[in-house]
């Protein structure tokens, strides 16, 4: 029974290293083929929707969507049995997200169509970010996330400046160009207003009168300052925080107690001594 015990604890211990690490071969391998496998579910249901290629390897495609559920449904409870607090990871963001990607072939037998739903997979590419842990990576996203954050006053203020400014562009050009020119109500021609300066405008509305065209010729220009001007503030605060980020730990989940934040190139757990590396 001792024996039997201890072989399933070996395994967890394994398994964990391999399904969670992120600082041994087996784990990087794994995560690896489980990104290959979502890009190849997602590409499987945009394909799906194509009509020449459904009618043709329909059969083929069942059986490539049967083999990537029961993949991701083994994971998802191997994820379950190997972690320590199996109630935390079911419940994260990404326990769902695993969830959701096991049911839509399950629920296609159920309900007609609902097969489709296999496009939500493509939010398991979250993971991606749990590969790329390099300390170079991470110290980055972190720069760019404590400057997002550093200027999020600055933004709003801009955002509630532009969307003061496309109500009241969009009032004046309802009346100068009015509903026979196809401004036919003020909410029509915020919406113009919000199209033509984010981009150059659909081409389902324009102005015609000179004062019009003026109008949107001068809402093209205001655009660039749309982009130019959130970029220049996150930029100032990127370049203040500069070289005050320190060096971020890595995760490097250790399979015996669960600790993360190890420091760079860690061999040995900082709580309970275990080896890192040991796959």
């Not at 489980?34 to 890009?39: N, P, R, T, Y």
């Not at 997200?97 to 296999?118: H, R």
Request: hydrophobic share 45%; with cysteine; aromatic share 12%.
């Amino acid at each position: 029974m001792n024996e039997q015990k201890s072989a399933f604890q070996k395994f967890r211990q394994k398994t964990y290293i391999i399904i969670y690490g992120t600082n041994t071969f087996a784990g990087k391998a794994f995560d690896l083929i489980l990104l290959g496998v979502i890009f190849l579910s997602v590409l499987l249901t945009m394909m799906e929707t194509v009509k020449s290629f459904e009618s043709k390897y329909h059969d083929i495609r069942i059986a490539f969507e049967w083999g990537i559920t029961i993949f991701f449904t083994i994971e998802y409870f191997l994820r379950i049995i190997t972690i320590n607090k199996p109630l935390k990871y079911i419940f994260s963001l990404y326990g769902i997200i695993d969830l959701i990607a096991t049911l839509p072939m399950y629920l296609a037998q159920v309900f007609a169509g609902s097969g489709v739903l296999s496009i939500v997979r493509s939010l398991r590419l979250l993971r991606l970010f749990k590969i790329l842990k390099h300390p170079q990576f991470t110290g980055q996203s972190k720069q760019l996330r404590d400057a997002m954050y550093a200027s999020k006053g600055k933004i709003l203020v801009f955002i509630y400046f532009v969307l003061i400014s496309t109500i009241l562009i969009g009032s004046v050009m309802y009346v100068v160009e009015g509903r026979e020119n196809g401004f036919t109500s003020i909410p029509t021609s915020i919406y113009w207003t919000i199209v033509t300066l984010t981009t150059v405008g659909y081409g389902d509305i324009s102005p015609v009168t000179p004062l019009g065209q003026f109008l949107a010729s001068l809402v093209m220009v205001l655009g660039y300052g749309v982009i130019a001007v959130p970029t220049g503030i996150v930029s100032a605060e990127i370049a203040k925080l500069g070289s005050n980020t320190p060096t971020p730990l890595q995760k490097n989940p250790c399979a015996d107690c669960g600790i993360e934040d190890h420091q760079e190139n860690a061999k040995y757990c900082h709580n309970c001594g275990n080896n890192l590396l040991d796959d």
